[in-house]
């Protein structure tokens, strides 16, 4: 049984062993996989003592982030929704060209603020991802430049 979350130390457990993974030097040298001693905690990996107020004041902490995340998703979101009224049939085609470009433009900027995000968590992305955050400055502007023509 292989714990695929390795710790922050970057030891990882197979079965009844734990081990710091081999990898790449910056030489490009392979340094070897090493088991780790039972009962050996690396300095990165000592929990340290938390008063319970502390953890009271983290976990609040922790909470208030989610919300304000949370209402900034809202935030985004909106100027999707009021672009498209729900009065609109379907069937009919009145949106003008710039409106389905900067629908695409938000679209693709979703995108990219998604794979910012898994970054940010620390999740590895492909060659096309990475080429996608790359644009994100790109898109941004362009969005800027459809809207101020736009109105």
């Not at 060209?97 to 433009?105: L, Q, T, Y």
């Not at 940010?120 to 990475?130: A, C, P, S, V, W």
């Amino acid at each position: 049984m292989t714990d695929p979350n390795p710790t922050d130390a970057g030891i990882i457990t197979v079965g009844e062993e734990r081990w710091i993974p081999g990898s790449r030097r910056a030489d490009g040298s392979y340094r070897p996989a090493r088991k780790v001693r039972a009962g050996f905690t690396p300095l990165e990996d000592v929990q340290r003592y938390a008063s319970p107020q502390a953890r009271q004041q983290a976990e609040q902490e922790q909470q208030r982030h989610l919300l304000q995340s949370r209402e900034e998703e809202q935030k985004r979101q909106k100027p999707i929704k009021e672009a498209r009224p729900h009065t609109q049939p379907a069937a009919t085609n009145t949106t003008s060209v710039e409106e389905r470009k900067i629908r695409n433009v938000q679209k693709k900027i979703r995108q990219v603020e998604e794979l910012e995000q898994k970054l940010i968590k620390g999740e590895t992305l492909n060659d096309d991802q990475r080429e996608k955050v790359k644009k994100g400055k790109a898109l941004r502007d362009e969005l800027a430049k459809l809207t101020a023509s736009a109105s």
